[in-house]
């Protein structure tokens, strides 16, 4: 029987490299890093070129993190039936194309629909590379996950950086935006010229899901919700956050940002180890009460600007592992092909789409704290979640460990 990943396997009779393959996956995350968390420092930009409300740009995470949902609704399906790197070769090139020209757009209905687009391929990107790296790496990717998952950290550390120096050097933030592209472009090529892998599961029979791995599979794409929600808030509204507040200049906000990327990927190089010898369940449960106690921090003392660059540090450090290591939980209860890693994604995309816009709103409405109370809450919820997965979960498929 012909399956859709012996299909993505006939244009290239090359075999695998592990080791290259696993390399180009690491770039286009970090790639991905770099891309994504520019947003947030370029929010008052991106207003002023608008001529914009700062309220109003709670849209710009809607329209990304829809774009970013159909991406990852599209590419899963994609990878399982094409070959699975020029799928993402291919999505690079647009974001890069659409980065180039978010700065000329003047119109905020106009940027928004651009980021649809930006937001589409990027999730192209990230359901690609989590589901090719368990493709190839398969029983040893424990890891490498959090190796994956560091590099994005290391991207989105050094892209507040980097944008505010080129806003020093240039004024605007017209360079800021193409610099990053001109950076990531080079990866689509190395990608697509590295031969696509295959799922060996899918290659022997086809995999239905049980109805109670249906209910897994939802409840853990809620965990990803709330993660991922909680996640993109925090980066994209600290800023704006401690600029409002007096709590930092416009420079040492952006700083600010990367306080919290600089632990996020701090985080997630501890993580590299820590999946080799702790169980998921137990990282999972420290990183949610340090999430948990981190927001407290900024609440409780919320006109304290230390209080504001500790609990960033502190959200970052404990919010690095979560995705990667519930990512590898889930992957020793379901077969990971890339039509079911997309549900995580979706439901990742969702909480990127929904919490942002929810605490821009309350922002605007309420007042800077909202936004920070949001993040609080979701992550209170998400112990909660947690809880319920530990007992719907079930114990690991046959030949996984834990």
């Not at 991207?155 to 120096?165: C, H, K, R």
């Not at 610099?179 to 295959?198: C, G, H, K, M, R």
């Not at 230390?306 to 450090?317: D, E, K, Q, R, S």
């Not at 939980?329 to 079911?340: F, I, K, N, Y």
Request: hydrophobic share 55%; charged share 10%; proline share 4%.
């Amino acid at each position: 029987m012909t399956t859709p990943n012996s299909v993505a396997a006939m244009p290239s009779q090359r075999p695998v490299r592990p080791i290259a393959s696993t390399a180009a996956y690491f770039a286009a995350i970090m790639g991905l890093g770099l891309i994504s968390a520019s947003l947030g420092p370029t929010l008052l930009g991106l207003a002023e070129n608008t001529h914009s409300e700062v309220s109003q740009m709670s849209y710009l995470f809607l329209a990304r993190s829809t774009g970013y949902m159909l991406g990852t609704l599209m590419g899963g399906h994609l990878i399982d039936s094409k070959p699975a790197h020029y799928v993402m070769a291919t999505a690079i090139v647009v974001i890069c194309t659409t980065i180039f020209m978010v700065p000329s757009v003047t119109l905020l209905v106009l940027l928004a629909l651009l980021l649809v687009v930006v937001g589409m391929s990027e999730g192209t990107v990230d359901v690609s590379s989590n589901t090719l790296l368990v493709w190839v790496q398969r029983d040893r990717v424990g890891p490498y996950m959090n190796a994956l998952h560091f590099f994005f950290g290391v991207g989105a550390f050094l892209s507040p950086i980097l944008v505010v120096q080129m806003v020093a050097w240039t004024g605007g933030i017209t360079w800021a935006y193409r610099t990053l592209a001109l950076l990531v472009v080079p990866l689509a090529l190395w990608i697509a010229l590295l031969p696509s892998p295959t799922h060996v599961a899918a290659e022997t029979t086809e995999t239905r899901l049980a109805s109670e791995n249906v209910l897994l599979l939802v409840t853990i794409a809620f965990f990803m919700f709330l993660t991922v929600g909680a996640e993109v808030t925090f980066a994209g509204w600290i800023y704006t956050y401690a600029a409002t507040l007096g709590l930092a200049t416009v420079t040492t906000a952006g700083y600010l940002t990367s306080v919290f990327w600089g632990t996020f990927t701090l985080g997630r190089l501890i993580g590299i180890p820590a999946a080799a010898v702790f169980r998921p369940r137990a990282i999972l449960l420290v990183d949610l009460i340090g999430c948990i106690a981190s927001m407290a921090v900024i609440l409780i003392w919320q006109d304290q600007a230390l209080a504001v660059w500790a609990g960033a540090a502190g959200f970052g450090l404990f919010m690095a592992t979560i995705f990667a290591t519930m990512f590898l939980w889930a992957e020793r209860r379901l077969d990971m092909t890339g039509s079911t890693a997309r549900w995580f994604f979706v439901g990742a995309s969702l909480g990127s789409m929904t919490l942002p816009w929810l605490a821009g709103q309350l922002f605007g409405r309420v007042g800077p704290g909202a936004a920070m109370a949001t993040v609080f809450v979701t992550m209170v919820v998400n112990l909660v979640v947690f809880f319920v997965l530990m007992r719907v979960g079930g114990a690991p498929r046959s030949g996984r460990v834990e």
